[in-house]
């Protein structure tokens, strides 16, 4: 209970006397601990039902790490989502350069409109897409060939527990010619299931069990280019039928499926699909009042995702989820968080703006904010610095030392610009502080070298403070990441439309730290 973290202030001077008990606190009302998650294999099972998942085609060729993750983990949710709502549409908000988006479309053959506000992302998406569906290609060509491969060590194994089996079965004391016939079938059965043979075996078992293996691979492939060629019109979905080995032999199955794969090449090169993008860029600034029908011409029932939608952008598509009856399901992993607009932050009275946070009528009730620092510590890594990944202490002690020169030398103390990542950009500290100031738009010339590095000295001896106090804000971070969080669900559970709402852990925190995802499903009655 609270009164056992009662002790981490002092009671006078508000100041933190216990630091174990602090990391304690911040542990104990942190996601991972207060219960209030679904775990994400609990949601694919409910969604799924008796049905298996498609296998996932590693991203790791064409993605970084992280963002391969993501997108793997995220689209095998999005698609069991779409397949349990009966929908095919797709609407990623925010989709940047399109991994989520292009990756949905070509692996799960789903029809995305991905919408980012700049034109700049736009484009790229359009030229990454392009030159993805190349990539795409060549990996399932190395995936067939390794399937292939595959099989063919099998078979080289199998002829040798043919003929321990049928000489255990030809050791054992038998009644009868019938029965002797009856277990070698079992026998050739169990050891090629596929085969359908009834043969007793003989000296050519290793020989017709390699020419069935090599079949298989065939059929397999086929299946492999019916799942996923057929969105990049290689080959279509229905082109391939596999026969059965029983009623042809090898040599008649192999010619029958050259035949028919040579049809179904010059079938996709006359006729296109009318479906031959099933991804689509388009730019728009999404907000809370945005109508989706104004953007995409051909809207139908569809749900919305959003991988890392920054600041406000996350809340306003659990708003537009909510207000338009034909989005029947969202999947909203949020980031950014210290760009989000508080209504309460600044003490001003504007009942009819739409704000990042709070968005649940509790909090609203309650009058909460959090400001910009606060929300600023809630984008913090803990389980990266928990790891090893130490924060970057050099680049935090310049950036606070040049807020000391800007309010003493310049004497602002509120500014609408930022510094960025001068950091990784700069020299030395001097080069540091003036590239700062030249992006603040303030005169440099004014302040000589000299002056910069005596503040720089000034302040030396405190970098081990400054490492202390960002190591309680990462210590912090999760618990203020959860107030976010609970905020968006609790407007969920706010809504008479929705039928399930929950938190669910999607990543590796160490990998992508904003790993949460935010999802919702509307009543049948909505549908």
């Not at 700049?120 to 060549?138: D, I, Q, S, V």
């Not at 003929?163 to 079938?185: F, H, M, R, V, Y």
């Not at 020419?211 to 996923?228: N, W």
């Not at 040599?251 to 099933?278: F, H, V, Y």
Request: proline fraction near 3%; include cysteine.
């Amino acid at each position: 209970d609270d009164d056992t973290f009662s002790n981490v202030f002092c009671e006078n001077s508000k100041k933190l006397i216990n630091v174990h008990l602090f990391a304690l606190a911040a542990k104990y009302y942190s996601l991972s601990n207060l219960g209030v998650c679904t775990p994400l294999e609990d949601v694919l099972e409910a969604l799924r039902g008796d049905h298996q998942g498609t296998t996932g085609i590693k991203t790791d060729e064409f993605m970084n790490n992280k963002k391969s993750h993501e997108v793997q983990v995220m689209s095998e949710l999005v698609d069991s989502i779409a397949n349990y709502c009966g929908i095919k549409q797709v609407i990623d908000i925010g989709s940047g350069k399109g991994y989520l988006s292009s990756f949905l479309s070509m692996q799960y053959n789903l029809k995305v409109y991905g919408i980012d506000s700049s034109n700049t992302n736009t484009n790229g998406a359009h030229e990454r897409n392009r030159k993805l569906k190349k990539h795409w290609r060549a990996y399932q060509s190395r995936g067939r060939a390794n399937l292939k491969s595959q099989r063919l060590e099998k078979a080289n194994d199998r002829p040798v527990e043919s003929e321990i089996k049928c000489k255990a079965i030809s050791e054992k004391p038998l009644n009868n010619d019938s029965s002797l016939q009856s277990q070698d079938q079992v026998t050739i059965q169990d050891l090629v299931p596929s085969c359908g043979f009834t043969e007793v075996a003989t000296s050519e078992t290793s020989k017709q069990t390699e020419v069935d293996l090599v079949t298989q691979t065939q059929s397999d492939e086929s299946k492999l280019s019916e799942e996923v060629l057929a969105i990049l019109n290689v080959l279509p979905a229905d082109a391939v039928e596999v026969s059965s080995s029983s009623q042809c032999s090898c040599g008649e199955l192999c010619e029958e499926e050259r035949a028919q794969r040579k049809m179904a090449s010059l079938k996709a090169k006359a006729t296109k699909s009318s479906e031959s993008n099933l991804y689509f860029p388009l730019t728009s600034c999404i907000t809370a009042e945005t109508e989706l029908s104004d953007i995409i011409t051909d809207l139908e029932d569809c749900m919305m995702v959003g991988l890392h939608t920054c600041g406000d952008l996350a809340a306003n598509t659990l708003r537009i989820f909510t207000a338009k009856p034909e989005i029947k399901a969202v999947c909203s992993v949020g980031c950014c968080y210290h760009l989000l607009s508080e209504q309460f932050e600044n003490q001003e009275d504007c009942p009819e703006e739409v704000w990042g946070f709070p968005m649940c009528q509790y909090l609203k009730d309650k009058g909460w904010c959090c400001g910009r620092n606060a929300r600023m510590s809630a984008c913090l890594a803990l389980e990266r610095v928990a790891v090893g990944q130490m924060l970057p202490t050099e680049s935090l002690f310049y950036r606070a030392v040049l807020q000391v020169i800007i309010e003493e030398i310049y004497g602002v103390t509120k500014s609408d610009r930022h510094v960025g990542k001068t950091f990784s950009k700069s020299s030395s500290f001097i080069d540091y502080v003036r590239k700062s100031l030249k992006k603040l738009e303030l005169d440099d010339s004014k302040l000589p070298d000299s002056c910069i590095m005596d503040y720089h000295e000034k302040y030396k001896h405190r970098m081990n403070e400054l490492e202390a106090f960002n190591m309680l804000k990462v210590v912090l971070a999760p618990c203020i990441e959860v107030l976010i969080l609970l905020d968006r669900l609790c407007y969920l559970k706010e809504q008479d439309n929705i039928a399930w709402s929950g938190l669910v852990k999607l990543f590796d925190p160490v990998k992508s730290p904003r790993c949460y995802a935010v999802i919702a499903l509307k009543k049948q009655s909505c549908f």
